[in-house]
């Protein structure tokens, strides 16, 4: 599957846990330690993962991560962070 209509679609169907599987994804975790973490059990995240490759398109954790970054899914090391500016903070100099 390729195209931007799934990739622009997948911005608004992934859910919150999803998400949160994502960015541990792109911390490095195994799906067992990912398990740990949100206190589910591994098949779970299995499921988790199966479903967020299907909805973003992307065939393996590698192009996952990709298409996060991509997206501003994710942030690594304050890398791929747009950090917006208070309403009322004044620019910078």
Known sequence: ????????????????RELEVIELVAAG???QEIAEKLEI??????NHISNIL?????????SLVRWALQWGKVCI????CCALPAPDAPPKA
Request: hydrophobic share 25%; net charge negative.
């Open 1 to 16: 599957m390729s195209g931007s209509g799934v990739e622009s679609q997948a911005n608004g169907i992934l859910s919150e």
């Open 29 to 31: 975790l195994t799906n």
């Open 41 to 46: 059990s591994k098949r779970t995240v299995d």
């Open 54 to 62: 299907t909805k973003t398109g992307t065939d393996n954790r590698v």
């Open 77 to 80: 090391n304050d890398v791929n």
